[in-house]
């Protein structure tokens, strides 16, 4: 039996849920629908349901279906101008948030006493210092694997280290995986904010355990403004609003739930999915707008699953940045597919729904409401026709390529248990030096079943195409053999990007420049259970 891929994750992630006693039906229909938004994949193993961890001592798991919808008001985390000269400093503690009207408290683990933590707001051109306090409980709330490399029992169980996502920052200041400090230290990082402007964000990314960090709630954005996008009259103040999506499991207490293999000396599962979507932290929220544009800040900061957005009369938004900044053009669409670390910029007009509302949908499961307001707007706000100069890279340009394959090795029951990036672990002897100010293009050959979002540090990449190619065939004699012709990336993955989505049974091409800074960097899949088990590797960048 072949399955595509999204079929294969659908069960996986339905078995452990299954087995907590959950909420079938409603849960995973974007999954399956993403099964449609996605190529399938070429390989298949024989499907079977692997049981993957006894939940069955829990009380109790909360159901979506029971929680009144869009009775809490959207929240908006506090923001923070960053002045140059003035050191930020932002606090990692415990903290209880209630995440619904109707639900006890969650404790959970912020940076400034907020999920999601405060907005950064930065400019172009003026550096920032941030200290980053740990004042972290001693012991971890979920389950820590010490098997997972970097974890191991004689490792402190509570680490953090910061990584400022789609930053291009030196290696020290960077948030490498290795440079985690434990509670009651701090560390400062400094921002040069030297690159265009875009919606960065910070998590955490403490090695071995940052998908536990980021599932306690670890995570903000951070907007880097410029002159040039500030020129362009795009809706702003209260009309841009930032929408931090993720899922989460709780405990009918309120208490997070992240699941487990079963195994307490090797709880890791490969891939957490949550009935519940939080918006800013909050369940099914509500946002009270005016009948005009707004600008939406989306953010996928999920461990694993992806975000089919879309509005439910079907209305067409533009897409007007990705990753790293502005478009060269809006891209009109009705639906965008958002894997975890992605982000879009989106503006969204409500003028002709004055009086009514409009719900934001995960394909058919509404994630919160826009209420639309009765009074009349004047909307000075606009859209250029033309954002910005955004030439698209070649593959000449490039002076190396480099053939990377992701890959992953399964159980007996065909559950993928270990994931590499070619075929290598963290540890092993650093392979990619790119040097200094050199272009490359990396051939992602993803010879898995999953989809991959593939992120790199330090750099911005454009997509080349991805093209399919005889998966099987690569596997015998490491030779690629296309099946079919290079696909162009849509236009809104035609800008700048940090993260891409590597399909199955295709060889996708990104080509990156290497500036900045010399040192070591890392690069992983960002589905936060993969980067864990050994998806992630690092990269140095050396001197010319
Ligand atoms: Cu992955």
Redesign the pocket.
């Known amino acids: 039996m072949v399955d595509s891929p999204p079929r294969r994750r659908f069960l996986r992630a339905a078995a452990w849920t299954a087995a907590a006693g959950v909420i079938p039906p409603r849960l995973f229909a974007d999954d399956m629908q993403a099964m449609h938004a996605m190529p399938s994949g070429k390989v298949g193993n024989k499907l079977c349901m692997h049981p993957m961890g006894d939940t069955s001592h829990l009380p109790g798991i909360v159901d979506p279906n029971k929680l009144a919808p869009f009775v809490d008001p959207l929240p908006i985390p506090p923001t923070l101008r960053a002045q140059a000269g003035k050191l930020l400093r932002i606090r990692m503690a415990q903290t209880s948030q209630k995440l619904h009207r109707d639900l006890a408290p969650t404790t959970l683990w912020t940076y400034g006493g907020h999920y999601p933590g405060p907005t950064i707001e930065a400019r172009t051109g003026q550096g920032i210092d941030v200290a980053w306090d740990n004042a972290l409980p001693s012991r971890h709330m979920l389950p820590v694997d010490h098997a997972i490399c970097g974890a191991e029992a004689d490792k402190p169980e509570v680490r953090a280290i910061v990584h400022l996502h789609g930053a291009k920052v030196p290696h020290k200041d960077d948030g490498f995986p290795e440079d985690w400090y434990v509670p009651g230290k701090s560390r400062t990082h400094h921002y040069p904010n030297t690159q265009d402007a875009a919606t960065l964000w910070y998590h955490d990314h403490a090695m071995g355990i940052n998908r536990l960090n980021m599932y306690a709630g670890m995570a903000g954005l951070y907007l880097l403004r410029d002159e040039h996008e500030l020129s362009l009259g795009l809706p702003s103040g209260e009309q841009e609003i930032p929408l931090v999506i993720a899922d989460r499991l709780l405990h009918e207490d309120g208490r997070l739930y992240y699941p487990d293999s079963g195994d307490a000396n090797a709880p890791w599962v490969p891939e957490v999915f949550g009935n519940l979507t939080l918006v800013n932290g909050a369940i099914l929220p509500r946002a009270d707008v005016q009948p005009r544009r707004y600008r939406l800040r989306v953010l996928n900061a999920a461990n694993g699953r992806f975000y089919h957005l879309r509005l439910k009369d079907g209305r067409p938004f533009q897409v007007i940045g990705s990753d790293q900044g502005l478009l060269a053009r809006p891209a009109t669409l009705k639906a965008i597919f958002l894997a975890p670390g992605e982000r879009a910029d989106i503006v969204v007009d409500f003028a002709s729904l004055r009086g009514g509302s409009v719900e934001l949908m995960n394909d058919a499961l509404p994630l919160m409401q826009f209420k639309v307001g009765q009074g009349e707007v004047k909307d000075e706000s606009r859209v250029p026709e033309v954002l910005r100069d955004l030439p698209r890279v070649t593959e000449a340009s490039a002076s190396k390529t480099r053939e990377l394959t992701?890959d992953e090795y399964s159980d007996c029951v065909a559950t993928p248990m270990l994931?590499l990036l070619n075929g290598k672990r963290w540890h092993d002897e650093v392979t990619e030096k790119p040097v200094l100010g050199s272009t490359e293009m990396w051939s992602l050959v993803n010879l898995t079943e999953?989809t991959?979002?593939i992120h790199l540090h330090l750099v911005r990449f454009q997509i080349l195409d991805r093209r399919p190619y005889d998966v099987g065939e690569y596997i015998k004699s490491k030779t690629l053999h296309y099946v079919g012709p290079a696909q162009v990336p849509p236009a809104h993955e035609q800008g700048w990007k940090d993260v891409v989505q590597a399909y199955p049974g295709m060889v996708t091409r990104i080509v990156a420049t290497f500036d900045g800074y010399a040192g070591r960097y890392a690069w992983h899949?960002h589905?936060a259970e993969?980067?864990a088990n050994e998806?992630m590797r690092p990269f140095e960048v050396v001197a010319a």
Request: aromatic share 0%; with cysteine; net charge negative.
């Open positions: 992701l994931m999953d991959h979002p899949c589905l993969h980067e998806m």
